[in-house]
């Protein structure tokens, strides 16, 4: 099982990456824990979490090949 | 029928030969009023440094949905509006530069103002953009749209 991992603003300068893939990862909150011992840092910055494109709110669980993108406080304009 | 662009991601900053192109595109008859909004990069002062310009990032795929859904809300709620478009700077945008285009034609002038504003405030809050700023000193922040006026 592999999910794609996409990291944005801040997120890529704590991680020094934008892309990761980790494998056997079955829900959003285990990607979230997998971030944060991986970068501790992380911890410090409040992100909303889309899935495929689409931002969901709490709990959700994962297929593989799945998409996930890690969407710190927007910033546009 | 409201005629929308397609791609609102432009790599650097907005040049003013854009800005004329959008404006000489929308000549149709029935378009009565242009409201045009545009950002500029402003060079803010930090920490005693000068801001020198901001590096925007994206996620494009998300950027084309959100912006489908701004525009069919604003269309929605003001059935005056004939043409909307809108170009969103990625990459490096230096100061005293456009960042931001948002243009929007109407048969007439008071649905055009509020349109143009609404969809800037929408941009600001649900685009998925990002911005890495840049000060004198080669140091960056990540400032959002939560603390900005």
Avoid at chain 1, 42 to 58: E, H, L, P, R, W
Avoid at chain 2, 73 to 86: F, G, P, R
Avoid at chain 2, 89 to 107: R, T
Avoid at chain 2, 123 to 145: A, G, Q, T, Y
Wanted: charged fraction near 25%; hydrophobic fraction near 40%.
């Amino acid at each position: 099982m592999k999910i794609n991992v996409l990291l944005f603003g801040i997120l890529t300068d704590i991680a020094g990456v934008s892309h990761i893939e980790i494998k056997d990862v079955e829900s959003v909150s285990a990607v979230k824990s997998w971030l944060w011992r991986n970068y501790p840092k992380s911890k410090d910055i409040d992100f909303q979490i889309a899935v495929n494109k689409k931002i969901i709110d709490g709990k959700a669980d994962l297929k593989n090949g799945d998409e996930v993108a890690l969407l710190p406080p927007f910033a546009g304009g | 029928m409201v005629t929308i662009n397609k791609d609102f991601l432009v790599t650097g900053s907005i040049t003013t030969l854009m800005v004329s192109e959008v404006i000489n595109a929308a000549n149709e008859s029935n378009i009565g009023a242009h409201s045009i909004f545009l950002g500029q990069i402003r060079s803010d002062i930090i920490n005693n440094q000068c801001v020198t310009g901001i590096e925007y990032s994206a996620y494009p795929e998300m950027v084309e949905a959100e912006m489908q859904k701004i525009t069919s809300i604003v269309t929605e709620k003001y059935n005056d509006v004939i043409k909307i478009h809108v170009l969103h700077s990625i990459g490096l945008v230096n100061c005293g530069e456009i960042s931001l285009l948002v243009f929007v034609g109407c048969g007439h002038r008071k649905q055009s103002f509020k349109a143009v504003e609404e969809i800037v405030e929408l941009i600001k809050e649900r685009l998925p953009v990002w911005k890495k700023e840049f000060l004198e000193d080669n140091s960056h922040n990540w400032p959002d749209n939560k603390t900005d006026r």
